[in-house]
């Protein structure tokens, strides 16, 4: 089976804007660096002010775009199904020389359902995820009083882009202890069907968070390629099982 990832787009308010399912070929350092490369030098802003893209929401039908095209097979591609086979010649000659792109699977827009779902999820089903998201600028956040708007501010600013890029984990729970209900404290442990495993605890851990201009693939894939390093699950979320003697 293929690298399969899923690939998010936040917006100014820490809202899901577009996630995207890719089946295959999601490596940090190939996906993920082509995400880099897209993103570094981009700005938000005005066309005339020298802004790339106008707020989150057009930022994310740049990169769907962008995503689909890199994802697709060059081909010549097969004659349009409305041709008459006598004209299949005429045609096969006037595609001489020109490259299509197959377009068809690979990258898909999820419901958006199921989009705000996976985004309030620690854990997700797919090889990595990837998470688009506005990074304030350091020279504004110097000017601004402590008790601005950071959603607000960033509307309104020219701010460059954030890459988070994550891995599931998974983890044994010790002889006689449980997750704690609801836990608060880490946020990698959830519910999750344990499957035949009971003990077993599914989680995520982060590969690289920051601007994209500090990306890099290679690095990004060695970690992923790494033993995980958080061998057990943090103390404050589990609990020593509790037995009634009745």
């Known amino acids: 089976m293929g690298t399969d990832s899923i690939t998010r787009v936040t917006d100014e308010e820490g809202d899901v ?24 030098g981009a700005r938000n802003g005005q066309q ?21 095209d890199k994802a697709s097979d060059a081909s010549g591609g097969p004659p349009p199904m409305d041709i008459p086979i006598s004209h299949l010649h005429l045609w096969s000659l006037s595609q001489q020389g020109k490259t299509r792109k197959d377009q068809w699977g690979n990258v898909y827009i999820l419901p958006a ?22 990074l304030s600028n350091d020279a504004s956040d110097d000017d601004d009083d402590d008790d601005d708007d950071e959603s607000h501010r960033l509307s309104h600013e020219t ?19 449980e997750l704690v209900p609801d836990c608060k404290v ?39 390629e790494e033993e995980d390093p958080l061998s057990s699950i943090p103390p404050d979320a589990m609990q020593k099982i509790r037995v009634c003697n009745g």
């Open 17 to 40: 804007v577009v996630a995207l399912e890719r089946g295959f070929d999601s490596h940090p350092n190939s996906h993920g660096a082509d995400l880099a490369t897209f993103l570094k």
């Open 48 to 68: 005339s002010r020298g802004g790339t893209f106008n707020g989150m929401s057009d930022l994310a039908a740049q990169l769907v775009t962008h995503i689909k």
């Open 113 to 134: 359902k199921s989009a705000v779902a996976d985004f309030e999820r620690a854990v997700f089903d797919q090889d990595l995820r990837y998470t688009v998201y506005p």
């Open 159 to 177: 701010y460059r882009l954030g890459l988070r890029v994550e891995a599931p984990t998974y983890w044994t729970l010790p002889d006689g202890y």
């Open 186 to 224: 880490c946020k990698y442990c959830s519910d999750w069907d344990y499957g035949s495993n009971k003990r077993q605890v599914k989680g995520s851990r982060v590969l690289f968070d920051g601007p994209v201009d500090d990306y890099d693939g290679e690095e990004v894939e060695a970690t992923w």
